[in-house]
Nanobody, 124 residues
C-alpha cells in the first residue's frame, strides 16, 4: 500500500519557521516529481512548491518565493518544505503530492499520490 505521510505542521508565530516532511512508503518515488499544495478554509487547493524528478529544478508560487525551500532525499523517499518568515496568510492545511512526470506541474490533477495533510497555523 502506497502512503505519503506528512509531518512537521503546527502553530507558530508570525516570522517563525517550520519544516514539513513527507515520507513515502510502499514504492520508490525516485523518478517522480514532488510538490506541496495548501488549502485554506473556503479556498481552492493552491500549488506552493514543486521539485522535479532529478531534483535540479524547483518552482514556487510567488507568495512564498524567498521564504520557502523544497527539497528531496531519494535515499529516504522523503520530500521536505522548509518555510521561513511565516505569515498569517500561510495558514492552511499543507499536502504533499507525487506525480510521474518529467517536470513540475502546478495543477493538482496531475498528481497521483497525496498525503493526508498537516495543519500549519501562523498567529499574528
Amino acid at each position: 500500500q502506497v502512503q505519503l505521510v506528512e509531518s512537521g505542521g503546527g502553530l507558530v508565530q508570525a516570522g517563525g519557521s517550520l519544516r514539513l516532511s513527507c515520507a513515502a512508503s510502499g514504492r520508490t518515488f525516485s523518478n517522480y516529481a514532488w510538490a506541496w499544495f495548501r488549502q485554506a478554509p473556503g479556498k481552492e487547493r493552491e500549488f506552493v512548491a514543486g521539485i522535479n524528478w532529478s531534483g535540479d529544478t524547483t518552482d514556487y508560487v510567488d507568495s512564498v518565493k524567498g521564504r520557502c525551500t523544497i527539497s528531496r532525499d531519494k535515499a529516504k523517499n522523503t520530500a521536505y518544505l522548509q518555510m521561513n518568515s511565516l505569515k498569517p496568510e500561510d495558514t492552511a492545511v499543507y499536502y504533499c503530492a507525487a506525480a510521474f512526470i518529467g517536470g513540475i506541474e502546478v495543477v493538482h490533477t496531475w498528481y497521483d499520490y497525496w498525503g493526508q495533510g498537516t495543519q500549519v497555523t501562523v498567529s499574528s
